[in-house]
């Protein structure tokens, strides 16, 4: 492929106009391809440490958590990346795909509860990496930030603070920007979607319909923001306002475009995420029914002896 300069905004490549085979292409992104790779070998060893002291662990989380590792992984090691830079519908890809379906797998994965089965503790009195991690867990700094008072607001602003700003231009400019943005975009998703998901522990942890709550109060600002885009009548990222003439799309034509994949795309996580919180919903209720059972049969079900008596002594009063 090769790559060209492009008037000030960004670093361009004169690429051949976009396809899914060639944005599928492997490029290997050191950064990107590095992390991946050190999040599969250290949850993968945190699981062999569980099996190999006798202890289980649910395969669905393995397999949640190598998706999102791998969607992260497709989205930033293949020639996505370079499109990305220079088309703003494929760009557009990559933010949706990175800061809304990733997180969700990576925390369906549950990392935080492997990483508290799997290291061990340091002892009475002393403090080792698990017990840093539970400090952290139980943090004021952790409760503010997975406040949806501040969890809802950033991810709003994530979109239009900078988007609609020169920051947006000014982080294109280099590829340590882009890649600093696509960070952000990494962390924001599982800031925000972590107290929702509520697999792993954490400070804030509301109960099912505030997490549905929450939930629906961030996802329509990615619709209204994709609407935006789709209505606008001229470009509005000055990054993409001149895309090379080897790519055969126009700039707006191609605002249109991501503007409709950020409206379309906002609906898959909230399917995704209450798919999840009615299965744990479920799951849940079932296991405080097999409580009660198992409290019953301990002390012979007293609870609805009691209720028996009192409405055998409410039927006595009324003889």
Same mark, same amino acid.
């Given at each position: ?47 062999? $440490?569980? @099996? ?6 649910? *395969? ?5 958590? #190598? %998706?999102? /590792? !791998? ?52 002892? $009475?009195? @002393? ?6 991690? *539970? ?5 004021? #700094? %952790?409760? /503010? !930030? ?174």
């Amino acid at each position: 492929m090769d790559h060209g300069g492009h008037g000030g905004h960004g670093m361009t490549m004169d690429l051949p106009p976009f396809t899914l085979g060639r944005g599928l292409e492997f490029t290997g992104e050191p950064f990107f391809l590095v992390g991946c790779l050190l999040a599969l070998a250290l949850y993968a060893a945190a699981v062999v $440490r569980l @099996r190999r002291r006798g202890d289980s662990w649910p *395969v669905p989380r393995t397999v949640a958590w #190598v %998706l999102g /590792v !791998l969607s992260v992984g497709v989205t930033m090691c293949t020639a996505l990346n370079e499109y990305g830079m220079v088309l703003f519908s494929v760009h557009m890809v990559q933010h949706m795909i990175i800061s809304m379906l990733a997180p969700i797998l990576l925390l369906l994965g549950a990392p935080v509860t492997l990483t508290l089965r799997a290291l061990p503790s340091a002892g $009475r009195g @002393r403090k080792g990496p698990r017990e840093v991690l *539970v400090a952290v867990l139980h943090s004021r #700094v %952790l409760r /503010v !930030l997975t406040h949806p008072g501040f969890t809802i607001p950033l991810f709003i602003a994530s979109l239009y603070a900078l988007y609609f700003t020169p920051v947006f231009d000014f982080l294109m400019r280099s590829t340590a920007g882009h890649l600093a943005m696509m960070v952000h975009f990494l962390l924001v998703g599982l800031v925000f979607f972590w107290p929702i998901m509520g697999v792993d522990p954490g400070p804030h942890r509301p109960g099912y319909l505030m997490r549905m709550l929450e939930l629906f109060a961030g996802m329509p600002f990615h619709a209204f923001f994709g609407i935006a885009l789709m209505m606008a009548s001229e470009p509005m990222i000055a990054t993409y306002a001149h895309p090379s003439a080897s790519l055969r799309v126009t700039a707006l034509s191609d605002q249109t475009m991501a503007g409709g994949i950020a409206w379309a795309f906002s609906e898959i996580p909230s399917v995704l995420v209450l798919l999840a919180l009615v299965f744990q919903w479920h799951r849940s209720e079932e296991r405080e029914a097999r409580r009660r059972d198992r409290m019953a049969d301990r002390d012979g079900d007293k609870e609805l002896a009691a209720y028996n008596a009192y409405l055998a002594s409410l039927h006595a009063r009324q003889r």
